[in-house]
């Protein structure tokens, strides 16, 4: 089975003090295909206690301080003096100062966690949710490279085969 897994970047710039951004990973569950008595087709996503997910389903991207930086976030909130909370150089951070070092991180995780099959997607937000392929096999960053529809996206990645949908009536 492929994996489908999604990189999200959110952040608070703009809002007082907010300047970094912040990734995280998700990774698409199964779908579960009903027919309507119309003849409607409907989708629901598979999540709670009986799918199994993948690990790195929800995984906050992390990076290494360096001294510099360690010190002047310290300085900023306010924890220079409290040793208990004080970061310190090689200190783990979710904090990124750019996009582009959220999607350097992502492709290395994705590379350890993930097999050359599976597919990395990012959602830019400001592209109306339509997703840019950052890793994946050849066929399906041909076949999204022209749809700039995020349903149309889903559509071409469940009929390829890159997401798992079962029937209404199947346990799988």
């Given amino acids: 089975m492929h994996e489908v897994a999604r990189l999200s970047v959110t952040s608070f710039r703009g809002a007082m003090g907010g300047e970094h951004y912040y990734g995280r990973l998700h990774v698409d569950g199964r779908y579960v295909r009903s027919v309507e008595p119309d003849g409607t087709v409907r989708l629901r996503g598979r999540r709670g206690y009986d799918v199994e ?75 109306s949710g339509v997703c840019e392929v950052l890793a994946g096999p050849d066929e399906v960053r041909a076949g999204l490279a022209g749809i700039r529809d995020m349903w149309r996206q889903e559509e071409w990645l469940m009929e390829n085969g890159y997401l798992l949908v079962a029937e209404e009536d199947d346990p799988t």
């Fill in 53 to 127: 997910r993948h690990p790195a389903d929800g995984l906050d991207l992390t990076r290494k301080l360096g001294a510099r930086e360690a010190a002047y976030l310290n300085e900023k909130d306010g924890t220079r003096m409290d040793s208990s909370i004080r970061l310190k150089p090689g200190s783990s951070t979710t904090r990124f100062n750019d996009v582009d070092s959220i999607v350097e991180t992502a492709l290395t995780v994705f590379r350890e966690k993930f097999d050359e099959t599976d597919v990395l997607l990012f959602e830019r937000r400001r592209d």
